[in-house]
């Protein structure tokens, strides 16, 4: 009961001192986040990775949103007018801004682990930044989300691929469980809109398999989600509107919001 109320009281002191500095309640993802950045420095985590929410039933998301504006190709086709196009690296920072605002809102710790939008973080030095938050917090307690859209081929012409899917690493893991909850919150939304759904029921479950980096060298439970086609004209569309942005950030949240309370 102490902690409890010990916990609640750290809480309503967070919240008013962010009302007393007027700011929002995601972090920024502008470059000044991450000046002095070695990835070899244990102790650079706390101030490099933000942001650090309360606490909620001990669990930590780690959210990871997929390339930078520098990253080649990861972009769609031109649309009609011959100027708008979709960007990956920028849906893939909404959603996660999206996400983290509704995760502040349940007081769920989350951390986004790439502040930096211009240069693309290599895989490798994402999974380290993972890693150092499950030495800290115990890779048990860690859960890395890896948001992503898919593409079916090179960003030249409209391709017919469509759906949803959500990715573990082979083979039967402790992220296989997290992916159907994922995947079930996502057939819940996404059919209501006529989005798609992919799935490879080979092993059981319905999360597609492969040793993407960032998920298998996390030293905690991890998935990726491909949140359908952006080179894809119907799927796209929906990618590309606010409403369409606030589902897929509220399956993830859906889906966190029922691991954290496993």
């Known amino acids: 009961m102490v902690n409890f109320f010990m916990s609640l009281i750290q809480f309503f002191i967070r919240l008013f001192k962010k009302t007393d500095n007027n700011s929002n309640n995601t972090a920024d ?40 504006r520098q990253t080649s190709g990861k972009r769609s086709p031109l649309f009609s007018d011959g100027k708008t196009r979709f960007f990956e690296y920028e849906f893939n920072r909404d959603v996660v801004n999206r996400i983290a605002r509704k995760l502040d809102n349940l007081g769920i710790r989350y951390y986004k682990i790439v502040p930096e939008v211009e240069e693309d973080i290599a895989l490798s030095v994402r999974a380290n930044r993972v890693n150092k938050l499950c030495n800290q917090y115990g890779a048990g307690n860690c859960v890395l989300i890896s948001v ?115």
């Open 29 to 68: 993802i502008s470059e000044t986040n991450i000046n002095n950045y070695n990835d070899n420095n244990e102790n650079d985590v706390e101030e490099t990775l933000v942001e650090d929410m309360f606490d909620y039933n001990g669990k930590v998301i780690i959210l990871d949103n997929g390339h930078a």
């Open 148 to 262: 992503h859209a898919n593409a079916a081929g090179n960003g030249t012409q409209w391709m017919n691929a469509r759906g949803w899917s959500v990715w573990t690493t082979k083979g039967v893991t402790k992220s296989d469980a997290i992916a159907t909850i994922f995947w079930e919150e996502a057939n819940k939304l996404l059919p209501k809109y006529r989005m798609t759904m992919r799935k490879d029921n080979s092993d059981g479950d319905p999360d597609n398999e492969a040793n993407f980096t960032i998920i298998y060298k996390a030293l905690c439970p991890a998935i990726l989600t491909e949140n359908l086609f952006y080179d894809n004209k119907v799927d796209v569309d929906f990618l590309m509107s606010d409403l369409g942005r606030e589902v897929i950030a509220d399956i993830h949240v859906n889906a966190i919001k029922r691991i954290c309370k496993k």
